[in-house]
């Protein structure tokens, strides 16, 4: 008997090993997921907040069964609704296309009338394996990659846990009525804690996050979330509030924009950084240390804005000073809403109303109404902004958006710089680069200089912005651009001087800019009373170039005859308002002057 039970229990162990020629079984077919049957679903059912989501809910089947089933990326988001195609070409490594998780965690934990999807079975099959193979992405000190494979980096790193902190929210929230596998819920909890504590430990991330903010500051949003559902985590905390007060002194420029590429940009700061502070501020609230600098941030980040982002006549969009971008490269900003408004008084400017909001309801509503079940196709391109299904879409659902009245914005409108008074100079100046940036206003215009060191490839220093209390801005100088940029171009030249360092002089009240144009030019720029006065002398053949704005084509008069000129249409900016640059060919000298009308 007892070498019978030995050879039994050898037996039995044997049976343990993987045994040759034979494969673990696959796991069972996905169904696919259904598409939307609007006949079931009501416009009333969705509140007013939730407009947005009929397109979203129409196409979700799409996306969600571009969720790769079989084999090795079994899970990876195959459908470039997130990132760009370019990005999600790249391959399987790429943790930023993978955030698209939130978008399926969105419709899988969400109870509301009009959504059929919730506690579906086979949006959790495909919910469950992008879990699995984010979690399998990770490197094991808690980095995740995104340019290459293993090439481990803080964007990866840092939205991953805002954008997961958000999924794990939803997952609770769900509970039982829309679970997933307990265990790969407690190895994505823990995927996420990792990432939190490596970015909050990793100087060589932190290092990078001072040069790119809007990377760094993700883990703010991501780490408040986490002690939210967590509250008895003891390591996050005290990293979160040394790292965030930390990066109050490091990340932000006197002038008040927070770097990127260590100078100004607009769009990364007011959309990433902007959604960072309002997740951050959403679980800290404005009574605490955190929530208190959060809102002195916004502040003088608004107060920079209200230099560089210009109210159009009639309200209907801000135009920026747009040469000075050093990543990004928008023309303008229609409006920017979060919580901040509610404390932050200049942050009501820019905001949209009450009033505005009201109407866009009700129009929004007979819109859907007179084509429900009808929604555009979704369309792919390259790059974050040809993503046709954000995750953004769905992250900020929870947090609050305050939406002053119309006479609260009109009174801070009212206190913009340029509005405030017709008659100043201000010149800000930067401590990490020689970046000086000079706004001026007079009784006709208001313009804005920007000289010192050239960043990044994009920026077009020198006159970057006009703009009139009348014709609204009327000179703006193109990120980028070879053409449709302001300044001096030698001939031959592929770019202006001004795509370089303009180290500019000015006299004592900053009326006058002096500045050399390579090594035998040189410039000077007046702003006087009605008009901006510009002498270049250049030796040999030069051209000059003024980009201005308009709805029509330019006419231009000249008192000269030995000066020569033409206008090259450039790109519609918004509205119906394109750039049509004035190209002037000279020799040896060019003096010229720009009247702007009261």
């Known amino acids: 008997m007892k070498n019978l039970l030995a050879g039994t229990l050898v037996i039995l162990a044997s049976l343990c090993l993987p045994l040759a020629g034979f494969a673990a079984p696959a ?11 609007w006949s079931k679903i009501k416009l009333a059912d969705f509140t ?13 089947h799409t996306v969600a069964n571009a969720v790769e089933e079989n084999g090795p990326t079994r899970g990876f988001m195959t ?10 070409q790249q391959g399987p490594h790429n943790a930023r296309v993978m955030e698209s998780y939130l978008t399926l965690a969105f419709f899988y934990c969400t109870d509301r009338p009009w959504n059929p999807y919730f506690g579906d079975r086979n949006v959790r099959d495909r919910l469950e394996a992008m879990l699995t193979f984010w979690c399998n992405m990770q490197n094991p000190d808690g980095r995740f990659s995104e340019y290459k494979p293993q090439g481990w980096n803080l964007p990866a790193t840092a939205f991953a846990t805002k954008f997961m902190g958000q999924t794990l929210t939803l997952l609770k929230r769900a509970g039982d009525r829309a679970p997933i596998d307990a265990a790969l819920h407690k190895r994505v909890i823990d995927a996420d804690r990792k990432a939190i504590l490596v970015v909050l430990t990793n100087e060589d991330l932190y290092k990078h996050g001072t040069r790119f903010t809007n990377q760094y500051t993700n883990v703010f949003a991501g780490a408040a979330a986490y002690l939210d559902l967590f509250p008895d985590e003891k390591e996050i905390p005290p990293l979160l509030e040394k790292k965030f007060f930390q990066a109050d002194k490091d990340f932000r420029s006197p002038c008040g924009y927070f770097y990127e590429a260590d100078g100004p940009d607009f769009g990364y700061t007011l959309h990433t950084h902007h959604s960072n502070a309002r997740m951050t501020y959403h679980y800290f609230g404005h009574d605490t240390p955190i929530g208190a600098t959060l809102e002195k941030q916004d502040a003088a980040w608004n107060d920079w804005l209200g230099y560089n982002l210009l109210r159009e006549p009639d309200g209907s969009t801000f135009v920026f000073n747009r040469g000075v971008q050093t990543r990004q490269n928008q023309p303008n900003w229609d409006r920017q809403d979060g919580p901040f408004g509610e404390r932050v008084e200049n942050a009501r400017a820019f905001a949209t109303t009450r009033e505005e909001r009201d109407a866009w309801v009700k129009t929004q509503r007979a819109e859907l109404s007179k084509n429900w079940g009808k929604f555009p196709d979704l369309v792919f391109s390259a790059g974050a902004r040809g993503s046709p299904v954000s995750p953004y879409s769905f992250l900020h659902r929870d947090h609050k958006t305050f939406y002053p009245t119309n006479a609260q914005r009109d009174a801070a409108v009212a206190k913009l710089p340029y509005l405030a008074s017709d008659n100043f100079i201000k010149q800000l100046k930067d401590t990490r680069k020689n970046a000086v940036f000079t706004f001026v206003r007079r009784r006709t215009y208001y313009a804005a200089f920007n000289s010192g060191e050239h960043i990044t490839d994009q920026q077009r220093l020198g006159l970057g912005v006009i703009w009139s209390p009348k014709a609204g801005t009327i000179l703006q100088s193109q990120t980028g651009s070879d053409d449709h940029a302001w300044g001096t171009r030698a001939d031959g030249a592929e770019k202006v001087y001004e795509a370089g360092d303009v180290a500019a002089r000015f006299n004592d009240d900053f009326t006058q800019a002096n500045y050399p144009l390579g090594s035998g030019g040189k410039k000077s720029v007046v702003f006087a009373e009605g008009r901006i006065e510009v002498l270049v002398e250049h030796p040999g053949n030069f051209t000059e170039q003024i980009p201005l704005l308009a709805t029509d ?27 049509h640059t004035v190209v002037i060919s ?12 009261p």
């Open 27 to 37: 796991p069972a077919p996905w169904e696919k997921v259904a598409p939307v049957d």
């Open 48 to 60: 007013d907040d939730q407009l947005d989501l009929p397109y979203y809910l129409h196409h979700f």
């Open 79 to 88: 459908l470039p609704v997130w990132r760009g195609r370019d990005k999600n």
């Open 553 to 579: 084509a330019i006419e231009v008069y000249t008192s000269s005859s030995k000066v020569s000129w033409l206008t090259k249409d450039g790109p519609k900016v918004f509205g119906e308002r394109a750039v």
């Open 586 to 597: 000279a020799t040896d000298s060019l003096k010229y002057r720009l009247h702007i009308k």
